[in-house]
């Protein structure tokens, strides 16, 4: 069976992922660093993970011919660090704080975990290598860890599942502090709006990346896939994928422009979008609305 090489990567994309930035150093004193989703755990005796790197990359004949390499878990809040080890550059360390690993492999810091590892096996895997180590050395530091899914940057959002009366008469006694943050509440209305918005928008058929980036496209015009990669949290690999499947969808055009379809479909989400705020602010009066977004507006100025 032949497969369409886009496709076959939008569906792969629906398995939800960790994001990792592979490190080595090379005897001569090269370090290499490539971000990658394709860890994973082999084996807990011997401790071995693995993950995969493209046979064309630059970087291969570092990792091959080094001893050691890491691998950096990223943290929910290190997407800039993501992206800076996703493209091409003549030093991706630049500005990079790190600490010397096993074999000197760079360890990039405030990550979520990192798994220092001894060169195991390499293996042919199709259009791309498999790495394989043994864990050497490894640190958790517990932090919230960076998810890809769809193309596209998330955050782990724990469901709280179904408690007993008893569980939610201990939370009101005990947790009035929880209650009290500002953070907390948040979070936990990010979750529900979460919970109950993307279904909606998946059924349209786009994927979280695919609608973004359509609905950015619709509210903007003269634009370019610079432009689109720093208005979106989405790597600019998959800016231009996301780009390359509404186009075959028939929604935009070579100038990034939609068509009478793509407008079509903008509408729609927007119209899911619109649905959803007013079925959550239904009880606000227009101004209190009003006054919510402007304060949204000033968290995100002061935050940026």
Known sequence: MNFDPKEFRRCLGNFATGVTVITAKSSDGTQVGVTANSFNSVSLDPPLVLWSIVKTSSSYTVFENSDHFAVNILAADQIDLSNNFAKPSDDKFANIETLSGV?????????????????????DGGDHWIMIGKVVEFANYGRSPLLYVQGSYAGAIPFTG????????????????LHDSAIYLM?????????NYLPKQSSTGLSTSEARLLLVLSDTTGITIEDLANLVTIPSVDVVSGVESLKSFGLINNDLALTEKGHDMAERLWAISDQQQE??????????????????????????
């Open 162 to 177: 179904a408690k007993t009366p008893a569980q939610n008469v201990a939370s009101d006694k005990t947790l009035a502090r």
């Open 279 to 304: 079925d959550i602010f239904s009880n606000l009066k227009e101004e209190e609305l009003t006054n919510f977004k402007q304060q949204l507006h000033q968290l995100l100025t002061q935050l940026t």
């Open 187 to 195: 979070h936990k209305v990010l979750q529900k709006v979460q919970e």
């Open 103 to 123: 074999g000197g492999a760079p360890l990039l810091t405030n990550t979520a975990a990192n798994f220092q590892c001894e060169k195991y096996q390499i293996v």
